[in-house]
T-cell receptor, first 115, second 109 residues
Framework: DTEVTQTPKHLVMGMTNKKSLKCEQH?????MYWYKQKAKKPPELMFV???????INESVPSRFSPECPNSSLLNLHLHALQPEDSALYLC??????????????FGPGTWLTVL | TQLLEQSPQFLSIQEGENLTVYCNSSSVFSSLQWYRQEPGEGPVLLVTVVTGGEVKKLKRLTFQFGDARKDSSLHITAAQPGDTGLYLC?????????FGAGTRLFVKA
């Protein structure tokens, strides 16, 4: 099983809503990632978790709050988002043993629209 | 700021033609990866190159890592319509992966 699953596939939310994106993998990977991808742009790294601890936060606004409850799950809590936050949010995972060469497996993403 | 520049940004060719996509940076990376992304899906890794000067082949795709580990190329021989997609190069340093802007390839039958 080399699958990373993400739910929901599509999400529409207002600027005052609170919602969460979920990501799950059962490959035994110990590194998990959140990326943001705007239309016609490459993915941009947001957060990295290694062994359930936050390793990298790429200066992401606090209205995005990541959470890694266990080694298989990664959440992204959303609150008070802006319309410019509308994008495809991608989750990825990797073994976490060699950061320089490990393969990252990406999920299909969640298409987020903020009204 | 580490920046990866890809060229060309868009390429439309006939089936059977050859093409090369370039990825250049002023920074050295631990490794460089090439991904392919289909519409509505996440990127899928094609190859990782680690050693300067390394060449890897994947069927009709040939990947090369520059000697100084700052640049890479992807060459496709006899392109087919199934090769249509977005090709992304990505520089890796530790847990950070920095993507290039991508090359959107369209292969006409």
């Amino acid at each position: 099983d080399t699958e990373v699953t993400q739910t929901p596939k599509h999400l529409v939310m207002g600027m005052t809503n609170k919602k969460s994106l979920k990501c799950e993998q059962h490959m035994g990977h110990r590194a998990m990632y959140w990326y943001k991808q705007k239309a016609k742009k490459p993915p941009e790294l947001m957060f990295v978790y290694s062994y359930e601890k936050l390793s990298i936060n790429e200066s992401v606004p606090s209205r995005f709050s990541p959470e890694c409850p266990n080694s298989s799950l990664l959440n992204l809590h959303l609150h008070a988002l802006q319309p410019e936050d509308s994008a495809l949010y991608l989750c990825a995972s990797s073994r976490g043993t060699n950061q320089n060469t490990d393969t990252q497996y990406f999920g299909p993403g969640t298409w987020l629209t903020v009204l | 700021t580490q920046l990866l520049e890809q060229s060309p940004q868009f390429l439309s060719i006939q089936e059977g033609e050859n093409l090369t996509v370039y990825c250049n940076s002023s920074s050295v990376f631990s490794s460089l990866q090439w991904y392919r992304q289909e519409p509505g899906e996440g990127p899928v890794l094609l190859v990782t190159v680690v050693t300067g000067g390394e060449v890897k082949k994947l069927k009709r795709l040939t990947f090369q890592f520059g000697d100084a580990r700052k640049d890479s190329s992807l060459h496709i021989t006899a392109a087919q319509p199934g090769d249509t997609g977005l090709y992304l190069c990505a520089g890796v340093r530790g847990f950070k992966t920095i993507f290039g802007a991508g090359t959107r390839l369209f292969v006409k039958a």
